[in-house]
């Protein structure tokens, strides 16, 4: 089943990168709603309790909603400013580094951990509900710095989708800071995605019991392959979605179970 959704991101990628650029209205709005949308899934899979109509208020708007938290505020105006500044890493072509990765956590909590903010943990860490113990954290600096390495040995080996869910899952593994590692390595899945020139992929809230599942699988019985497949639904999503916006449809794609066709999102 996964390769055989694989297979089906390869064929719209394709279609996508043959269809007609967006216009810049059309590219404004799509950035704006995947920004919300990026913001309002990643926080609330943390317990962030802003809706997505409330994310958009306070990101777009810059209103403050009432009866949520300045905490909650913060959170999703530190994750945008985190998207911002990995928008433009991809831009100017940065690579994956110990520094891009620390900088990407330091800018998830710089507002409600700023002394803690792209340093690493001094300390043991503990995932609630999880059979998986993170490593010492005198281990942390050089496991980020294999995993970087790790990664560039990988990049053209395997497909970029099975790249980025490596990176994802390698740092939640390591849980290297002392908060934020979530939100941080869901923004490393999507800039080793980008980087690759695919969109941007959005984890749901409504994912979150089998997003974790997923990552206890890789983690306790090295099986990513669940993880892959969420993630790769994901990534075919998002192309749906841009090739909807061009005027393209989608070539004749993979029948799920029971034949089915995957759901299209809409804009």
């Not at 809706?51 to 994750?79: C, F, M, P, Q, Y």
């Amino acid at each position: 089943m996964l390769q055989e959704v694989l297979r089906d991101i390869d064929r719209l990628k394709e279609r996508l990168d043959r269809a007609r650029p967006l216009t810049p209205a059309e590219a404004r709005r799509l950035r704006e709603y995947l920004l919300v949308e990026w913001t309002h899934h990643s926080t609330a899979l943390e317990g962030n309790t802003l809706d997505l109509r409330e994310t958009r208020v306070v990101l777009l708007d810059g209103l403050a909603v009432g009866g949520k938290t300045l905490r909650e505020h913060l959170e999703v105006v530190d994750h945008r400013d985190a998207i911002e500044w990995l928008e433009s890493a991809v831009r100017e072509g940065l690579p994956l580094s110990e520094g891009l990765i620390r900088e990407l956590n330091r800018l998830v909590l710089k507002s409600t951990l700023p002394e803690e903010a792209g340093k690493y943990r001094r300390g043991g860490a503990r995932v609630a509900g999880s059979r998986h113990v993170p490593p010492p954290a005198w281990d942390v600096p050089f496991l980020v710095r294999e995993t970087v390495r790790e990664y560039d040995a990988r990049r053209g080996k395997e497909h970029p989708v099975a790249l980025a869910a490596w990176l994802h899952w390698r740092l939640v593994f390591i849980h290297p800071f002392t908060d934020g590692n979530g939100r941080t390595a869901r923004l490393l899945m999507n800039f080793s995605l980008m980087s690759g020139g695919y969109p941007p992929a959005v984890i749901r809230k409504e994912d979150r019991e089998r997003y974790l599942d997923a990552l206890e699988e890789a983690s306790v019985r090295g099986n990513l392959e669940p993880f892959t497949r969420l993630l790769a639904e994901r990534v075919k999503e998002g192309l749906c979605l841009r090739l909807e916006i061009v005027g393209g449809e989608p070539p004749e794609q993979s029948q799920g179970p029971a034949g089915q066709r995957p759901e299209r999102p809409l804009p």
